[in-house]
């Protein structure tokens, strides 16, 4: 992609490695997007105002020192320093990360950011802002803030979403309701005909493939000879030489099984080995005219992705913000490779892999920004010897995300100028000083913190996660996968059990079922025993009643460690 000169940023994504140490600065200096670039171009910071009538816009003249308004926006703005900080990053850096440790505001910063650039959506010719995580939990939690903040034009691409404030939202909905033009739809009927055809056709010829490997009768072999062997058809026929027809079995049936003259009079092994020659040329003849027809109803379904990702892409054009998984971002980058998307952020970006985040520089971008914590998760891989842990994948890097990467640095290019968020307002200071003496030396616990009530049960609450305030659920941790199971097994008949996507996947790639045996035995390797599928929904398991069903907030939800960090606020 860089030496095709198709990658935005390249020069901050894939420098020039032939620089050394000393040639670079060493924080390089980016420009501010290429369409906040204009003279007389300003962010209006109105949208986040405490006070909506109040007029402060970040002029284009200032951008390359924002510094001059961070005490105006953290004095009109429900932000603190740090986040007001990383808010003016984002939109003085073409590219930026911006770090957030635990419960410092990163979700909060992103619907702020997006509030403001939906602000000046029309004057930069914005288009729709694209939003993609890894998880569906992380994407459906930020667009619900989005939508709960005013922005209501968001599209989401993908089924898995949970979420009820976004139902309608779904792209599949919403392009269900859009208009086609009259091309489209003459286009999409003779496209649907032509398909039915295909689909007569192919059975026809699998027809005829079953039938001739079955019984190859006169049936099956007649059509076949009168095209490709007129003589031997001929030779076959009911009407002899002086007009007379003859009755009962088919005269190629009687010559299979008996021995009679003239032509006929070859071994019972020469006609067998005939017959299967005919066979043969039969399958060939059929399989070519099987991969035809396969490839022409192939192309007809091509030209029906076609248009109906035309129709896509004028539905996802009208939206202010378009939200993806990066599994959805890579099966409809053709799609979105045709929607003019200036800016793009990605949410979590720690836990994204760097081909991801490549896949994801579409050709209109100009403003890129990433939100996560390097310092937690990294990407999921599931071979050992691709980890950064292994000595085989210390050479490939794979789970080092793009977001650690330029972080950090390496030996050849200075790491990138970070924007980190530092008042955390989730942890008593209990626990927030355990991670600061370890990982977050600028952590500062704000003053909601020092409130917060002890642990209902807990002689110690630096024992126990602490829940944040209007929180009814209880998280149960464990890190290993089998005791995951084991507590799920336990607890399913007592409680409402919530798994994430993540540990869901955790479970199946690692061949557990949810089986019941002998009134409740769960949690062993997939087999033959009755899926737990067919035992929920309420219904008595085990002999033992399962309380009332109750909201989402007062489930319990068990996980492991790995993957509930970055949901504790949920």
């Known amino acids: 992609m860089q030496l095709l000169s198709r990658l935005p940023f390249s020069q901050w994504i894939l420098p020039d490695r032939t620089l050394s140490q000393g040639d670079v600065p060493n924080h390089p200096k980016i420009s501010p997007p290429l369409y906040a670039r204009g003279k007389n171009f300003s962010f209006s910071l109105k949208p986040i105002f405490r006070d909506s009538?109040?007029?402060?816009?970040?002029?284009?003249?200032?951008?390359?020192?924002?510094?001059?308004?961070?005490?105006?926006?953290?004095?009109?703005?429900?932000?603190?320093?740090?986040?007001?900080?990383?808010?003016?990053?984002?939109?003085?850096?073409?590219?930026?990360?911006?770090?957030g440790p635990p419960g410092t505001g990163k979700l909060c910063v992103g619907v702020q950011l997006m509030r403001v650039l939906q602000g000046c959506k029309s004057e930069a010719e914005l288009g729709p802002v694209v939003v993609f995580c890894y998880t569906n939990h992380a994407l459906d939690q930020f667009l619900e803030h989005l939508v709960q903040a005013g922005i209501s034009?968001?599209?989401?691409?993908?089924?898995?979403?949970?979420?009820?404030?976004?139902?309608?939202?779904?792209?599949?909905?919403?392009?269900?309701?859009?208009?086609?033009?009259?091309?489209?739809?003459?286009?999409?009927?003779?496209?649907?005909?032509?398909?039915?055809?295909?689909?007569?056709t192919i059975k026809k010829i699998l027809a005829t493939l079953h039938k001739i490997h079955k019984r190859p009768d006169w049936a099956s072999l007649k059509h076949h000879l009168a095209r490709s062997h007129r003589?031997?058809?001929?030779?076959?026929?009911?009407?002899?030489?002086?007009?007379?027809?003859?009755v009962g079995r088919e005269p190629f049936d009687i010559w299979r099984t008996q021995n009679i003259p003239s032509v006929h009079s070859i071994s019972s092994e020469y006609k067998k080995r005939l017959v299967e020659h005919w066979i043969r040329e039969i399958r060939d003849n059929a399989i070519d005219d099987l991969f035809e027809a396969v490839k022409a109803a192939d192309r007809l379904r091509q030209q029906l992705t076609d248009i109906h990702d035309e129709v896509d892409r004028r539905v996802l054009e009208t939206a202010d913000v378009i939200g993806v998984t990066t599994t959805g971002l890579a099966r409809?980058?053709?799609?979105?490779?045709?929607?003019?998307?200036?800016?793009?952020?990605?949410?979590?970006?720690?836990?994204?892999?760097?081909?991801?985040?490549?896949s994801a520089s579409l050709p209109s971008v100009e403003h890129f920004i990433q939100i996560g914590d390097h310092?937690?998760?990294?990407?999921?891989?599931?071979?050992?010897?691709l980890l950064l842990e292994s000595q085989q994948g210390a050479l490939y890097q794979l789970d080092r995300s793009q977001f650690e990467r330029l972080a950090?640095?390496?030996?050849?290019?200075?790491?990138?100028?970070?924007?980190?968020?530092?008042?955390?307002?989730?942890?008593?200071?209990?626990?927030?000083?355990?991670?600061?003496?370890?990982?977050?030396?600028?952590?500062?616990?704000?003053?909601?913190?020092?409130?917060?009530?002890?642990?209902?049960?807990?002689?110690?609450s630096t024992r126990s996660r602490t829940a944040t305030p209007g929180s009814t659920g209880i998280?149960?941790?464990?890190?290993?996968?089998?005791?995951?199971?084991?507590?799920?097994?336990?607890?399913?008949?007592?409680?409402?059990?919530?798994?994430?996507?993540r540990d869901q996947e955790t479970l199946a790639r690692?061949?557990?079922?949810?089986?019941?045996?002998?009134?409740?035995?769960?949690?062993?390797?997939?087999?033959?025993?009755?899926?737990?599928?067919?035992?929920?929904?309420?219904?008595?398991?085990?002999?033992?009643?399962?309380?009332?069903?109750?909201?989402?907030?007062?489930?319990?939800?068990?996980?492991?460690?790995?993957?509930?960090?970055?949901?504790?606020?949920?």
């Open 510 to 570: 690692e061949g557990f079922n949810i089986v019941f045996e002998d009134n409740m035995t769960e949690g062993r390797p997939t087999g033959s025993q009755t899926t737990g599928s067919q035992l929920t929904g309420g219904q008595p398991v085990g002999g033992h009643k399962p309380l009332k069903r109750k909201k989402m907030s007062e489930l319990l939800r068990v996980a492991t460690v790995d993957n509930f960090q970055g949901e504790e606020a949920s």
């Open 375 to 385: 310092q937690q998760l990294r990407p999921q891989i599931n071979n050992y010897g």
């Open 153 to 200: 034009k968001v599209i989401r691409i993908g089924g898995q979403s949970r979420s009820t404030v976004l139902e309608g939202k779904n792209l599949r909905v919403v392009s269900h309701g859009e208009s086609k033009t009259k091309s489209e739809g003459w286009h999409l009927a003779v496209i649907y005909k032509a398909l039915e055809e295909q689909e007569i």
């Open 231 to 246: 003589h031997i058809h001929a030779q076959f026929s009911r009407v002899d030489e002086d007009d007379f027809t003859t």
């Open 53 to 99: 009538t109040a007029e402060f816009s970040v002029k284009s003249s200032l951008l390359t020192d924002p510094s001059a308004d961070l005490e105006a926006l953290e004095r009109r703005s429900q932000l603190d320093r740090g986040q007001c900080e990383a808010l003016l990053a984002a939109l003085t850096r073409e590219f930026v990360l911006i770090q």
């Open 408 to 460: 950090n640095g390496d030996k050849d290019w200075p790491r990138i100028l970070v924007a980190q968020l530092n008042f955390q307002r989730r942890m008593r200071p209990e626990i927030s000083s355990l991670i600061r003496q370890t990982l977050y030396p600028r952590l500062v616990d704000h003053g909601n913190t020092k409130d917060l009530p002890d642990v209902v049960g807990m002689q110690k």
């Open 332 to 358: 409809r980058i053709a799609t979105l490779q045709r929607v003019k998307c200036k800016v793009v952020i990605c949410k979590e970006a720690g836990e994204v892999m760097e081909p991801h985040i490549l």
């Open 475 to 501: 998280a149960v941790l464990t890190p290993y996968t089998g005791q995951l199971q084991r507590l799920r097994a336990k607890m399913r008949n007592d409680f409402e059990i919530v798994l994430s996507d």
